[in-house]
């Protein structure tokens, strides 16, 4: 396909981990991203990796990469209320970054 | 160190109009690209400006135009608006040729 694909929602129970998937469409050698928005903001940088990669991890968050299936995943370890957000996944395209639809992440008490 | 600033927050147009949104790269950064987020979606590319000169453009119509300025902030402009305008529109600021963007908090148009 030609969209960077997200499931829409996702709900964990504080203190569990959660696991957001991405699949992407480029098979070149390409960078792909994480955001988070939290409502009314921007989008915060949360973490990247290159397509040579197969994971990379960064205190609590860890991106696994599967280049051959292109699917991306983030795993935050003991999620947190603050981690209440939309997640985008992106990958780059020249100049360009092509972002999913955001994957919806509620965290219950 | 000011990250990537954007203005005004909030914008309130109708059918017709034109509108000018204005954006200030993160220090150091000399790459501005604009992103348009309908709601309940993922950003889509608008275009990218660089050296003062638009280096990529993505799929939208010429009512859409952008400017650099020797400072590297930029303007977005979008004349004749339609309903489908109102979006949230973000800018991020770059260093050419780095693996990131930045972006800002998003100045949220609607148009009536």
């Known amino acids: 396909g030609e969209d960077v694909e997200q499931s829409l929602f996702l709900s964990v129970r504080e203190g569990d981990s959660s696991v957001i998937n991405c699949t992407y469409t480029?098979?070149?050698?390409?960078?792909l991203y994480w955001y988070k928005q939290e409502p009314g903001a921007g989008l915060q940088l949360l973490t990247y990796i290159f397509s040579n990669m197969d994971m990379k991890q960064d205190q609590r968050l860890t991106v696994l990469l599967n280049k051959k299936d292109k699917h991306l995943s983030l795993r935050i370890a003991d999620t947190q209320t603050g981690d209440s957000a939309i997640y985008f996944c992106a990958e780059r395209k020249g100049q360009n970054f092509v972002f999913g639809p955001g994957t919806r992440l509620s965290v219950l008490p | 160190d000011a990250g990537v600033t954007q203005s005004p927050t909030h914008l309130i147009k109708t059918r017709g109009q034109q509108v000018t949104l204005r954006c200030s790269p993160k220090s150091g950064h000399d790459t501005v690209s604009w992103y348009q987020q309908a709601l309940g979606q993922g950003p889509q590319f608008i275009f990218q400006y660089y050296e003062e000169e638009e280096r990529q453009r993505g799929n939208f119509p010429d009512r859409f135009s952008g400017h650099q300025f020797p400072n590297y902030s930029s303007e977005l402009n979008v004349n004749a608006l339609l309903l489908g305008d109102s979006a949230l529109y973000l800018c991020a600021s770059s260093l050419s040729g780095a693996e990131t963007q930045y972006f800002g908090p998003g100045t949220r148009l609607l148009v009536l």
């Open positions: 480029d098979s070149s050698s390409t960078y």
